[in-house]
């Protein structure tokens, strides 16, 4: 948990601490089924007593923590699974394609789904660099807030345009629970929303890119 230990000090005045859920006046107060099977939930602290013990870090190193981690999950978790989910989408789509004949031809053979393929492949391309990069300067200890902030909104927006072509390619069947697509769909759509929406990480960027051209 992350919670005030010294308001007058803002940013800096927020710590972070383990609280244990069986802790006197910590409960569950709302839980919330979604598209992807995860379950967020409300938890409400009633008068909660913690031991100094609990206290992660020092005091005061909340958001420095909590900062640290969501732009390490930007890169490394939503980043990096875009990368394999559209790889996956390729693989099945490459596949079907080839298999699938319609009108006395098969799919790979149109134009309309080769142009597909092309673009998941050279999006791919693009956005495994932006991910790799920020990756690298992340183990070299760099200051990767603004790499992190393209990689995810451009690797999970990519990973979605995949995940959304295939579907299209496999027709019918792609919307059958019988392929792993329209899991996929549903989890990739998830990402452009949770670890920052789209439009945050725009206006983040967008704001360095400002201080930048100064
Ligand atoms: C399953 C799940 C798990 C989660 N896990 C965690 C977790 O572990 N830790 C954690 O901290 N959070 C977690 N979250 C919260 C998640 O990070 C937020 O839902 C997400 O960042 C979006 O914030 P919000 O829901 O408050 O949307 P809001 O901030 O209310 O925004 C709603 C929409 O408005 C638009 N918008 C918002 N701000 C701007 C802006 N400045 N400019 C333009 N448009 C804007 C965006 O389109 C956005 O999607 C989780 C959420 C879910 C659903």
Redesign the pocket.
């Given at each position: 948990m992350i919670a005030y230990t010294d308001k007058s000090k803002g940013l800096r005045g927020l710590s972070c601490f383990l609280v244990e859920m069986r802790t006197p006046g910590v409960s569950v107060t709302a839980d919330?089924d979604?598209m992807?099977g995860?379950?967020?939930c409300e938890v409400t602290f009633d008068n909660v007593r913690i031991p100094a013990t609990n206290l992660v870090g020092s005091e005061g190193d909340g958001m420095a923590l909590?900062q640290q981690w969501?732009t390490e999950g930007r890169i490394l978790r939503h980043g990096a699974r875009s990368l394999g989910v559209a790889e996956r989408c390729l693989e099945l789509g490459i596949s079907y394609s080839r298999q699938r004949q319609t009108f006395g031809a098969p799919l790979a053979a149109r134009q309309a789904i080769q142009f597909m393929i092309a673009d998941t492949y050279a999006e791919l391309q693009q956005a495994r660099l932006l991910v790799r990069d920020a990756a690298l300067d992340l183990e070299r200890g760099r200051d990767v807030r603004l790499k992190s902030w393209i990689a995810k909104s451009q690797a999970t927006e990519m990973g979605f345009r995949a995940v959304d072509r295939c579907m299209q390619m496999h027709g019918g069947m792609g919307l059958t629970t019988e392929m792993p697509i329209e899991r996929m769909w549903r989890e990739q759509r998830?990402f452009i929303?949770?670890?920052?929406?789209?439009?945050?990480m725009?206006?983040s960027i967008s704001k360095k890119v400002y201080d930048l051209y100064e």
């Open positions: 919330y979604t992807m995860d379950r967020p909590a969501i998830s929303i949770t670890e920052g929406a789209a439009e945050v725009r206006a």
